[in-house]
């Protein structure tokens, strides 16, 4: 099974710690491009008028210059940087052993920076957005695009793709052929906020509960414990799942 999960905007960062070893981190086959959107971002980050490009604030100062940073700030688990209102739900480091052995198997934050990163890989802390139109690189959902779909059907194997991730990363990689028909998005009901703690939930529930699940229809059986869920068939050949959740209280 592969869980796709979105990036948080806040990140934690450390004052000390190893440098970012691009040869560690997951998915080794992305190494080139994240090296050239790395050096995209610092050159930009460095600029004047770096908040417009980036579309952040320009109140982020601190941000954007750890961005130019990238190449000697400390690195911290993706787990660690990684932060705010769906991690907190997820809440990775009380999973017990076994839960967090399949989280570190099956959960993967398709990143602007990285492309996909696995929980425990030591990366740094950063400011971006994959719906930004980096200079010398381009618009990064169509970077990536290719990028992911060489790596994340692999990693799905022959399990479900149970996509929890917001529109403007899911535009960086759609599952194609008959991986699409193990694709199933979660949606929820109500305001951003809940979407986020909804998805993180789903997300720690399937690590807890530990069924490799291989069909769709079967997560609902998976979920239906601790959740009100609905289970939509694709519109079209090529379009996910639907899977309305409600965390029951």
Wanted: charged share 20%; aromatic share 6%; hydrophobic share 45%.
């Amino acid at each position: 099974m592969l869980i796709l999960l979105p990036p948080s905007e806040s990140k934690t960062g450390r004052a000390r710690g190893r440098r970012l070893d691009g040869d560690r981190l997951s998915f080794p086959e992305l190494g080139a491009t994240r090296a050239q959107v790395a050096g995209a971002l610092a050159e930009v980050s460095a600029r004047p008028g770096a908040a417009e490009i980036l579309g952040v604030s320009p109140n982020l100062a601190d941000d954007m210059a750890r961005n130019t940073r990238l190449a000697t700030a400390a690195t911290l688990p993706a787990a660690q940087v990684y932060t705010g209102v769906l991690y907190d739900a997820l809440d990775y480091p009380s999973l017990d052993v076994a839960a967090r052995r399949r989280a570190n198997r099956w959960l993967v934050v398709v990143s602007a920076l990285y492309g996909a990163v696995r929980p425990t890989d030591a990366i740094v802390p950063y400011r971006l957005s994959m719906a930004v139109n980096l200079p010398g690189v381009g618009p990064l959902a169509s970077v990536w695009k290719p990028e992911l779909g060489r790596v994340l059907p692999q990693a799905a194997s022959r399990g479900v793709v149970v996509d929890c991730r917001s529109s403007t990363y899911a535009a960086a990689w759609v599952p194609q052929d008959d991986l699409a028909d193990r694709w199933v998005q979660v949606r929820v009901p109500g305001a951003t906020h809940m979407a986020k703690h909804t998805r993180g939930l789903v997300a720690r529930h399937l690590c807890q509960v530990g069924r490799d699940v291989r069909r769709v229809p079967q997560l609902v059986e998976v979920l239906q414990d601790a959740f009100d869920v609905t289970l939509s068939a694709p519109g079209r050949p090529g379009k996910p799942w639907v899977l309305d959740a409600t965390a029951r209280e």
